[in-house]
């Protein structure tokens, strides 16, 4: 299974970016998705992840800026990100867990990550 995330750039503040994720190889079935982040010196946080029931969780800096989405017959995760800020600045890396085959337990899998840079 690989996850190739894209979509990232930069952009000024105030400005929007959306970020994709799609997970690709031998897939059974795909339970939550998500992505993180990581600035420079930082810690690696939570952004924002989405069940397979749709239900969506967002780190309280991003709640009601940036929206999650996915596309199941895709395997992809999308990251709607607006009102983009400086400190928004960081390598954004998606995760889905994943179960390749029946009987096999989930796991989760990460993308390479992609830079997001917001200028003030």
């Known amino acids: 299974v690989q996850l190739q995330a894209s979509g990232g750039g930069l952009v000024q503040a105030g400005g929007s970016l959306r970020l994709s994720c799609a997970a690709s190889g031998s897939i059974f079935s795909v339970n939550a998705m998500g992505w993180y982040r990581q600035a420079p010196g930082n810690q690696r946080e939570l952004v924002a992840t989405?069940?397979?029931?749709?239900?969506?969780n967002y780190e309280p800096s991003v709640k009601g800026r940036f929206t999650i989405s996915r596309d199941n017959a895709k395997s992809t995760v999308y990251l709607q990100m607006n009102s983009l800020k400086p400190e928004d600045t960081a390598v954004y890396y998606c995760?889905?867990?994943?179960?390749?085959?029946?009987?096999?337990?989930?796991?989760?899998?990460w993308g390479q990550g992609t830079l997001v840079t917001v200028s003030s």
């Open positions: 995760y889905s867990n994943i179960r390749r085959s029946y009987g096999l337990a989930p796991r989760d899998y």
């Open positions: 989405i069940s397979s029931r749709l239900n969506e």
